[in-house]
Nanobody, 123 residues
Framework: QAQLEESGGGSVQTGGSLRLSCAAS????????MAWFRQVPGKEREGVAV???????EYADFAKGRFTISRDTSKNALYLQMNSLKPEDTAMYFC?????????????????WGQGTQVTVSS
């Protein structure tokens, strides 16, 4: 069964950086569009960034200019480089995948999810 596992979360101060990783197992990740989402308690899960099977990317407005999504198909891995972090970036971050080409940042179509990694940004 396909699995995703996130890592790289942690606690940083405002202005700091983190690099999240997502390891995909049991399926060829290069056939899937993959995305990062985040969620805080009591709020809906929101899309951060997506990278398609062809390498196209889309970002949420809050992520543009600060976050970079990338993938290494040889390692079946997905990354999210986060710079200039703000307290409002504090959330649980999830990676997700769906088969085929998609640029959507809505969570519903994604059918493979990781368990999440916590990011905390202190002021």
């Amino acid at each position: 069964q396909a699995q995703l596992e996130e890592s790289g979360g942690g606690s940083v101060q405002t202005g700091g950086s983190l690099r999240l990783s997502c390891a995909a197992s049991s399926y060829p990740a290069n056939r899937y569009s993959m995305a990062w989402f985040r969620q805080v308690p009591g709020k809906e899960r929101e899309g951060v960034a997506v990278i398609t099977v062809t390498g196209d990317t889309e970002y949420a407005d809050f992520a543009k200019g600060r976050f970079t999504i990338s993938r290494d198909t040889s390692k079946n891995a997905l990354y999210l480089q986060m710079n200039s972090l703000k307290p409002e970036d504090t959330a649980m971050y999830f990676c997700a995948a769906l088969r085929g080409y998609s640029t959507t940042l809505y969570p519903t179509p994604y059918n493979i999810w990781g368990q999440g990694t916590q990011v905390t940004v202190s002021s």
